[in-house]
């Protein structure tokens, strides 16, 4: 073997150590990284439905207990039908019959929900901050509040349990709901009924 040719192969012997050095280099450092891409990536928080007495209706499509929610969607019971919408960590959400929400929440335990007819009762759990709210009006959950229930009544929120909300629960849908019914038709009957006995008071039969 010529002077030449042992040069020339010594020089390529010299630059295939070094290629490889810097193969083994990158492959050290890019470890870590290549580890890191390859963690598991975290699921969207998806919502499970439950209902009583019948299907509820998610987007205008009929469901019943255990489908899916996906943020933003819209649920709505009808008569003698209610439902929880079961975020998990986030908390749940409960609507009484003849209601109507959209629901938006996030991975970080943020819920929304807007009442468009009738209540919704929204039990927070973990981070994140929970509110019931519509065009007008807006009630959020804090460190002392976890729980919050309301009813539209006139485009703003009415606190569960008044009188005032249980007529709003199907006002707000275009319709009273049977116990809106009962009361107004009660008060009816009631006034009629007083305003004979005040005229029969004020003048007695012979």
Not at 19 to 29: D, G, H, L, R
Not at 91 to 109: C, H, K, M, W, Y
Request: glycine fraction near 16%; aromatic fraction near 6%; include cysteine.
């Amino acid at each position: 073997m010529s002077l030449r040719q042992r040069k020339a192969f010594k020089a390529l012997a010299v630059f295939l150590a070094f290629s490889f050095a810097q193969v083994y280099v990158q492959t050290s450092f890019a470890g870590p990284g290549t580890a890191a891409a390859s963690a598991p990536v975290p699921q969207a928080l998806v919502a499970k439905l439950s209902t009583r007495g019948g299907a509820a209706t998610v987007n205008g499509a009929s469901a019943s207990s255990g489908a899916s929610i996906l943020t933003g969607a819209t649920i709505e019971t009808p008569d003698q039908v209610s439902a929880t919408i079961d975020l998990g960590s986030a908390g749940t959400v409960e609507l009484p019959p003849n209601s109507r929400i959209q629901i938006d929440f996030a991975d970080d335990g943020t819920v929304r929900v807007k009442i468009l007819a009738g209540c919704a009762t929204l039990k927070k759990k973990g981070g994140g901050t929970g509110e019931i709210y519509t065009d007008t009006a807006s009630e959020k959950t804090n460190n002392n509040r976890k729980n919050l229930g309301f009813c539209y009544l006139n485009g703003g929120l009415n606190p569960l349990g008044s009188t005032a909300a249980a007529g709003a629960g199907g006002a707000a849908g275009g319709g009273l709901s049977t116990a809106a019914k009962i009361a107004i038709f009660g008060g009816i009957a009631g006034g009629t009924i007083g305003i004979i006995l005040g005229t029969r008071g004020g003048n007695p039969s012979p």
